[in-house]
């Protein structure tokens, strides 16, 4: 039968062509013609479907007779010609390595951590607590009304069991106290939930970090030196704070606490719509139904406490414009820090 001499000439043929190839370009042509796409033995397998029933296990048997055949003299010339060094495929030792994309903190990381850092150099543990609170913790047991805005479903993310995504950090204070005795110096970082629509300055999400300092005679005035120490570890030794009258159900008196500005240092800009000041944080001191709420005496302690907006800061530091940048996620936006 003609195709399995044919088969077998042809394998005789690749084998002693092969065997004396002198150049790894001679064996790439002997394998384009043997067996690439349009080669001879791609060619000689399309005549297996004209055979008849009774010819075709002999002829299947020759073809896989060549293929493993060829393929055998090709990898054994490759290998005589220097191994893998395939022709067009040679490996250039002299190429630059290939760059790594180094990760990096995102900004609101680093904000968090530099936050952090500061106020562990004055003294305050951190203590967290969970995303997902008790009404009680978030609201009643800081004095918040029963009927004030901020409990309603429409700005609170509610669960069937009737738990809440918290809606801001201070709930970690009222645990801290339930569980730990005066004195009491922490600083709670986290993410909170609130349900707003989400444009350049709004999140569904977004992050606080909480103050909370219990101890016996605390004053304002101590709130104050916190601050404009922690203004000037943030800012640079020229960045002032000023106070001015506020409400928060869980702090008697409050305050809402300015910064001069970051970007103009108090001149005026378009940052700081050309007051010189930046609105940061809410604080004031601890109200005494809050202490009693967690079982400490209001006669005995006093405190302070305070809360910032994260991506508030990182904002101005890094003059972001639109606070959804901060999660898209974009390597082009996240790669200039
Ligand atoms: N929890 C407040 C908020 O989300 C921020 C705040 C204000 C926290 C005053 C405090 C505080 O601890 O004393 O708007």
Redesign the pocket.
Known sequence: MSLIADLDALLAEAQGLLAAAADSATVEALRAKYIGRKGILPEMMGRLAGLTPAEKPEAGKAVNRAKTGVQAALDAAVERLGGGARAGHAVDVTLPGRQRTLGRKHPITLVLDDTVAIFRRMGFLVAEGPEIETVYNNFDALNTPDDHPSRDPQDTFYFPDGRILRT?T?PV?IRVMQTTKPPIRIVCPGRVFRRDTPDATHGMNFH?I?GLYVDRNVTLADLKGTMAEFARELCGADAKIRFRPHF?P??EP?VECDFSCIICGGKGCRVCKQSGWLEIA???MVNPKVFTSCGIDPEEWTGY???FGIERIAMIRYAINDLRLLYENDVRFLHQF
């Open positions: 801001q201070s204070q606080q909480e928060f869980f702090t409050s809410g604080a004031g406490a305070f809360g």
